[in-house]
């Protein structure tokens, strides 16, 4: 079954820890999102195996920026399934 894990450690500073399983290779992706719904950084967008993995997300966006304090969400998305959560940045 698809299962995403809370991220760890959350609040973070400066590295946070998504984990999760999936039960099929499909292609999967992993993106950060501010709270106004904007993309913040794309952690992984490739096909993975089946079983569990694990993305580290630095607080930094895609252009190699620190992010601020703040409230962000993370998206797993693997073939059909999908998760949103929650992760708190402190600075």
Do not use: Q
């Not at 590295?15 to 999102?33: A, D, G, N, Q, R």
């Amino acid at each position: 079954d698809f299962l995403v894990h809370a991220p760890y450690p959350n609040p973070f500073n400066p590295e946070t820890t998504i984990s999760f399983i999936i039960p099929e290779k499909c292609l999967t992706t992993v993106v950060i999102y501010d709270i106004l719904g904007r993309m913040i950084s794309v952690l992984t967008d490739e096909f993975l195996p089946a079983g569990r993995h694990s993305i580290a997300w630095n607080g930094r966006n895609d252009t190699g920026g620190l992010v601020g304090t703040g409230i962000y969400f993370f998206r797993v998305t693997a073939g059909n399934c999908y998760f949103t959560g929650k992760v708190t940045c402190l600075r």
